[in-house]
């Protein structure tokens, strides 16, 4: 389904009611004949979605100019002394306060030992970052991502907000999209139907 064909579903979406603040706009897939009890049907992915929704909170596990690099690009760093001397309790607000985590491929060890059982179950554990690497690329990518994961047949991504373009909204739709129809057995044959809506909104149907 291409962008164009979800302008029109973004545009009645957006018609309803104004809240009083900028509420998300999501999209909802429904499977259907899929056997999420089988791993090989369960989608799990990160979608890099055309247009950025919001600013992340992501931290770098970083020193030295790798550290300046990625203070340079607007992310938080970490020290990786910290970890050394970081309770449970102080481990599990880090995990917390951030969306992602970027690390230096020679701390990864130190994280996973320190921190692996707290990042592994939420799924964020740091991605590598290569000393070959600019820190910006990997920090632009991550701010555009759309985790999508089907733990029921229902799945709910956000792919925009209110104050944003239609037209910018349907194409984060249709990547979304995309990304699912390619993972399903059948492709399209195991969607029922689709939807859309603001957070407090009605639901517009889109198929």
């Given amino acids: 389904m291409e962008a164009e064909e979800l302008v029109g579903a973004v545009e009645k979406v957006l018609s309803s009611q104004e809240r009083g603040f900028v509420e998300g706009v999501d999209l909802c897939i429904n499977l259907k004949n899929v056997d999420l009890k089988q791993p090989k049907n369960r989608i799990n992915v990160d979608v890099v979605l055309p247009k950025q929704i919001r600013e992340p909170e992501i931290g770098v596990f970083a020193s030295g100019e790798v550290a300046l690099k990625a203070k340079e690009a607007g992310a ?88 944003m373009d239609a037209r910018d909204i349907a194409e984060n739709a249709a990547a979304v999209l995309k990304a699912v129809e390619s993972r399903l057995e059948r492709g ?16 517009v149907k889109v198929v």
Avoid: C, H
Avoid at 99 to 122: E, H, N
């Fill in 76 to 163: 938080d760093v970490i020290d990786p002394e910290e970890l050394k001397r970081m309770d449970k309790k102080k481990a599990r607000a880090l995990v917390q306060k951030y969306d992602y985590f970027v690390a230096d491929t020679s701390l990864m060890a130190l994280i996973g030992k320190s921190l692996g059982t707290i990042l592994g179950p939420r799924g964020k554990m740091p991605q590598p970052l290569p000393p070959s690497v600019d820190p910006v690329q990997i920090l632009a990518r991550l701010s555009k991502i759309a985790k999508v994961k089907s733990k029921t047949t229902t799945i709910w991504v956000n792919v925009g907000r209110r104050d």
């Fill in 188 to 203: 399209w044959q195991n969607v029922a139907s689709i939807y859309m809506k603001t957070t407090m909104g009605p639901t």
